[in-house]
């Protein structure tokens, strides 16, 4: 499986995948306003969280499946694909109802068999490019089970996300890389793509740059970035979120070096 079988129609190959959005769609102007700048950047996958696995209750969880109707407005109004969360096998019922094109799988997800086996069953049959993240905790076990999970239901367009591993000590970065863990992976699945997710480690907007040049350095297929049109404004994740404007700047800086060379 190589990135080809990931990389959807009308995708620059030759550029890292990007994938770009608001942690969570909030409002639909939001949605919209976000869309139409990152679509302007050159941004091809758009994400935004409709379901919000948030880690204490009473705060927002997300706007639920009307937001899905935002997604469908950016992909008729933009042309982008977009992607979404799904964490039950309602949301991928809803999601692919409502025409959703790539769907990942949170790290708090991937952390549980049985909810990774009841998303995976939802998907059996369908063909549809899914992106499962690392499980919160630092299990290289876990995550090949997840994986091993959606491949199992037919899924062949699989591609992880490297989002950083959970510790009670948060120095610098939110979620800690511990890059060894992704490196091993694909030591030990070749030609699985790998995209960082330099917001969720690093939780702070500042280290989204030097994060994504050392997954470049790393030979990662792509990166999912948390871009929002007013980030300090964000009803999750203000601190790591980043414009379209400062996202196409970043993205301007990154040094890719020919691996083949
Ligand atoms: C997200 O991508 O907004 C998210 C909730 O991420 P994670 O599952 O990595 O915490
Ligand atoms: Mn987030």
Redesign the pocket.
């Known amino acids: 499986m190589d990135l080809k079988s990931i990389v959807l129609p009308g995708v620059d190959e030759k550029r890292p995948l990007v994938i770009a959005g608001p ?2 769609a909030e409002t639909e102007e939001q949605v919209m306003t976000t869309a139409n700048a990152l679509a302007a950047v050159g941004v091809k996958i758009f ?1 935004a ?1 409709i379901w ?2 948030r880690t204490r209750p009473g705060g927002f969880e997300g706007v639920g499946a009307p937001g899905l109707k935002w997604l469908k407005r950016v992909k008729e109004e933009t042309g982008m694909y977009v992607a979404t ?1 799904v964490a039950t096998r309602d949301h991928v019922f809803e999601a692919l109802k409502a025409g959703v094109d790539v769907l ?1 799988i ?5 952390v549980n068999p049985f909810a990774m086996q009841d998303v995976a069953d939802a998907l059996s049959g369908v063909d549809i490019p899914v992106l499962i ?2 499980p ?1 905790n630092p299990d290289l076990e876990l995550w090949i089970g997840a994986i091993q999970r959606v491949y199992g239901a037919g899924i062949r367009r699989i591609a992880v ?1 490297h ?2 591993f959970s510790s009670y000590d948060k120095k610098l970065y939110r ?1 800690s890389p511990l890059w060894h863990i992704p490196i091993e992976l694909r030591r030990r699945i070749p030609n699985l793509p790998i995209i960082c ?1 330099p ?2 480690i690093g939780g702070k907007r500042e280290l989204i740059a030097p994060l994504s040049q050392q997954a470049m350095d790393l030979n990662f297929d792509g990166l ?1 970035i ?1 871009s929002h049109c007013s980030p300090d404004e964000a009803w ?2 203000a601190a790591q979120q980043i414009t379209p404007d400062v996202l196409d700047y970043v993205l301007s800086l990154l040094v890719i070096r020919d691996a083949t060379q």
């Open positions: 942690c969570s994400r969280g919000k696995p969360e990942w949170g790290a708090r997800t991937a993240k690392n919160v996300i989002r950083g979620n997710d917001s969720h999912i948390e999750s994740d």
